[in-house]
């Protein structure tokens, strides 16, 4: 049976007010037909820059100028009312239409009651601490050795084979730890092509933690490496180097503010691909004014956990530009 389908090209008709009404977002008047005020969007965690929401009433469109936004939306600065449903409820855009044509029919009405939920849905404590620890995990599996993942390694970072029962049942899981050491999640990693790649736990912000910060930040090094992921980082640490890893190729403001906060220097070791080249490209621009940043030129297509430590070692010091 066919998934039922939305008209989005009526949805964008929708006026930007009612469905913001609807999140109970109240909005100043900056001109006929512009509205601005504090960013209701879950992905702006600057602190800095709350005032950075704008809405163009004759367009239909919103903006968020943040940092933290943009970069959790790789560079784009905002859009319609579905990209603004699917930011709020955390869906994809076919998902966000459906519920955006449950509300109005695919035309505008007047505003809907305001959903109390929407007020508060954003968790007071972010990425709490794990009641509990995962026990039966392999940490001497022949995917880690594979990976080019030492014993030592994998039995320093808790990385292994879990045999238990759960969502995360015959994944490779890596514990993630907040910059106090708190554990506060496992993630998943699928060892024989299964899809997704990668699991979380419900309700995980990958945006409020850096990968291995609790270690790094407490090695003392006034230099950090950045990666994009959790077999990067276990490869450059391998190395010899502080490294923390951003869980993806997105950057928000709470990640800049751990960076700067434990940190002098930043250089960044993002995979050699156009996804990865462009987000070093903007956490650069971010950083810059704040911290001096590095960054390592990785052959095209390359990622660090591909490499060997001397590999690791010579693009640092061979390849590595000062911006």
Not at 120 to 149: K, M, V, W
Not at 169 to 174: E, T, Y
């Amino acid at each position: 049976m066919p998934l039922p389908q939305a008209d989005f090209q009526s949805l964008k008709q929708i006026p930007i007010d009612q469905v913001l009404a609807r999140y109970g977002v109240k909005l100043r008047p900056a001109g006929p037909h512009t509205l601005y005020g504090a960013c209701p969007l879950p992905t702006h965690t600057s602190r800095q820059s709350r005032e950075s929401f704008s809405v163009n009433l004759s367009r239909r469109v919103w903006a968020c100028h943040s940092a933290s936004c943009i970069a959790a939306r790789e560079g784009r600065i905002g859009g319609h009312a579905i990209d603004l449903v699917a930011i709020m409820e955390r869906c994809g855009l076919r998902q966000a239409g459906m519920r955006l044509q449950d509300w109005f029919g695919g035309r505008a009405t007047d505003p809907p009651p305001v959903k109390e939920s929407a007020r508060t849905s954003a968790p007071t404590a972010c990425n709490p601490p794990l009641g509990f620890t995962l026990q039966g995990i392999d940490t001497c599996h022949p995917y880690l050795e594979q990976r080019g993942i030492f014993p030592a390694t994998a039995r320093l970072f808790g990385v292994g084979m879990y045999r238990g029962n759960g969502f995360l049942a015959g994944r490779c899981v890596i514990p993630i730890r907040d910059e106090n050491s708190r554990l506060v999640a496992y993630a998943g990693r699928a060892v024989h092509g299964e899809t997704p790649k990668y699991r979380f736990p419900s309700g995980f912000r990958k945006s409020h933690l850096l990968f291995n910060l609790d270690r790094a930040g407490h090695a003392g090094a006034r230099n950090v490496i950045v990666v994009e992921g959790f077999f990067d980082a276990l490869k450059v640490h391998q190395a010899g180097h502080a490294v923390v890893a951003l869980m993806g190729t997105s950057f928000s403001q709470r990640q800049s503010e751990l960076l700067t906060s434990h940190f002098a220097r930043v250089t960044l070791m993002l995979d050699g691909d156009q996804p990865g080249r462009r987000a070093a490209e903007i956490i650069a621009q971010l950083l810059l004014p704040k911290m001096p940043v590095d960054k390592v030129a990785l052959p095209k297509d390359v990622q660090p956990d591909q490499l060997s430590s001397a590999e690791i070692n010579f693009l640092l010091v061979r390849t590595t530009v000062t911006l």
